[in-house]
């Protein structure tokens, strides 16, 4: 593996490019033990239990459970946001409101589509909560 790992490295530097050892993390999947440390520039790579990547959290044991949290984190993020929005004095639209759940909340949702399809059904339970929340305020 450290010897694949050189060769990526020899095939960047060719390229002009630079592997940004702070970003680069190792991970074993479904594995009882992490497997000997790796080797870049003299750098050791770091073990991790998780990574998220483009906004997707991948854990070793292949769970979707960090997955499920980030994205009910990121929508009540966007859900706290909506509260301002739709406060009765300012009189948030129709149009505005489902602009809002389109673009902030509909969209983390559909990025997290390959991990939502491998849910168990309490899983999926616990994000229809959100979904619920939704259709009842844009009817």
Same mark, same amino acid.
């Given at each position: 593996?450290?010897?694949?790992?050189?060769?990526?490295?020899?095939?960047?530097?060719?390229?002009?490019?630079?592997?940004?050892?702070?970003?680069?993390?190792?991970?074993?999947? !479904?594995?009882?033990?992490? *497997?000997? +440390?790796?080797?870049?520039?003299?750098?050791?790579?770091?073990? @991790?239990?998780? =990574?998220? =990547?483009?906004? @997707?959290?991948?854990? +070793?044991?292949?769970? %979707?459970?960090?997955?499920?949290?980030?994205? !009910?984190?990121?929508?009540?993020?966007?859900? +706290?946001?909506?509260?301002?929005?739709?406060? *009765?004095?300012?009189?948030?639209?129709?149009?505005?409101?489902?602009? #809002? =759940?389109?673009?902030?909340? &509909?969209?983390?949702?559909? =990025?997290?589509? %390959?991990?939502?399809?491998?849910?168990?059904?309490?899983?999926?339970? &616990?994000?229809?909560?959100?979904?619920? #929340?939704?259709?009842?305020?844009?009817?």
């Amino acid at each position: 593996m450290q010897e694949a790992l050189q060769q990526i490295e020899d095939k960047c530097t060719q390229l002009g490019l630079k592997i940004n050892i702070n970003k680069t993390k190792a991970m074993a999947i !479904k594995h009882g033990q992490n *497997p000997p +440390n790796f080797q870049l520039r003299g750098d050791t790579i770091d073990w @991790v239990d998780s =990574y998220t =990547y483009l906004g @997707v959290c991948i854990a +070793n044991a292949l769970s %979707p459970e960090k997955d499920i949290h980030l994205l !009910k984190a990121k929508t009540r993020i966007g859900l +706290n946001a909506l509260k301002r929005i739709i406060i *009765p004095q300012e009189g948030a639209t129709y149009h505005l409101l489902r602009r #809002f =759940y389109s673009q902030i909340i &509909r969209a983390q949702e559909e =990025y997290a589509a %390959p991990v939502l399809t491998s849910l168990r059904k309490d899983q999926q339970q &616990r994000l229809e909560v959100i979904q619920n #929340f939704w259709k009842a305020l844009l009817q």
